[in-house]
């Protein structure tokens, strides 16, 4: 099961916005609007911030936006804040029943 | 308080078996999908497996199948993950993790709340 890509870092400063993007094929992010995106601090547990493409999570900044065309999806943090620091990981469903992670971005603010 | 909590890990010989257990409180767990997923040193998360909310309807990723049992006892509120011939390629941290539901039984396919994790090494 090869992994969905990500650039492995990104960063921008505080207050910029950043576009993280994650590729796969049509039998995962093209074939189904089931991409969600996760922020994990190191050695802390993975947050949603994005499911479904597009919404988000009760609790999560409107800052944390998704987007997806074709077989790439992407998440898009506007004003960005210090506690932004982080990884950030695109999974997708791949049927049947099964789901795919990307490789991993580290955002640095 | 709604948490997950994952214990049992540790430092295990390879060939050996281990059992993964994932405690929940604060929600009702019986409504809820769950998975297992795991994150080697330095690396990704890779899905490991999935349990129906009744506990009837498995899934396993490729890498899991055959090696890897997974199940649940819902007057528990607890799921397990048996994993049988540990090999050095599994050292992992371990995490459990809930799945939403608008009508019980159906997929949401996200996953909204996990565990902190339980660290496996696979060593001699």
């Known amino acids: 099961q090869s992994a969905l890509t990500q650039p492995a870092s990104v960063s921008g400063s505080p207050g910029q916005a950043i576009t993280i993007s994650c590729t796969g094929t049509?039998?995962?992010?093209?074939?189904?609007?089931?991409v969600s995106w996760f922020q994990q601090h190191p050695g802390k547990a993975p947050k949603l911030v994005i499911y479904?493409?597009?919404y988000r999570p009760s609790g999560v900044p409107d800052r944390f936006s998704g987007s997806k065309s074709g077989n790439t999806a992407s998440l898009t943090i506007s004003g960005l804040q210090a506690e932004d620091e982080a990884d950030y990981f695109c999974?997708?469903?791949?049927?049947?029943?099964?789901?795919?992670f990307g490789t991993g971005t580290w955002v640095t603010v | 308080q709604v948490q997950l909590v994952e214990t049992g890990g540790g430092v295990v010989q390879p060939g050996r078996s281990l059992k993964l257990s994932c405690a929940a409180s604060?929600?009702?767990?019986?409504?809820?999908?769950m998975h297992w997923f795991r994150q080697a040193p330095g690396k990704g998360l890779e899905w490991v497996a999935t349990?129906?909310?009744?506990?009837?309807?498995?899934y396993y990723a490729d890498t899991a199948r055959g090696r890897f049992t997974i199940s649940r006892d819902n007057s528990k509120g607890t799921m397990y993950l048996h994993v049988n011939s540990l090999r050095p390629d599994d050292t992992a941290v371990y995490f459990c993790?809930?799945?939403?539901?608008?009508?019980?039984?159906?997929?949401?396919?996200?996953?909204?709340?996990w565990g902190q994790g339980t660290l496996v090494t696979v060593s001699s």
């Open positions: 349990i129906s909310s009744d506990g009837t309807t498995n």
């Open positions: 604060g929600f009702t767990f019986r409504n809820h999908a």
């Open positions: 479904e493409v597009n």
């Open positions: 993790a809930r799945e939403p539901y608008l009508v019980i039984g159906v997929a949401t396919f996200y996953f909204d709340l």
């Open positions: 999974c997708s469903y791949r049927g049947p029943s099964s789901y795919v």
């Open positions: 049509s039998s995962d992010i093209g074939g189904y609007n089931r």
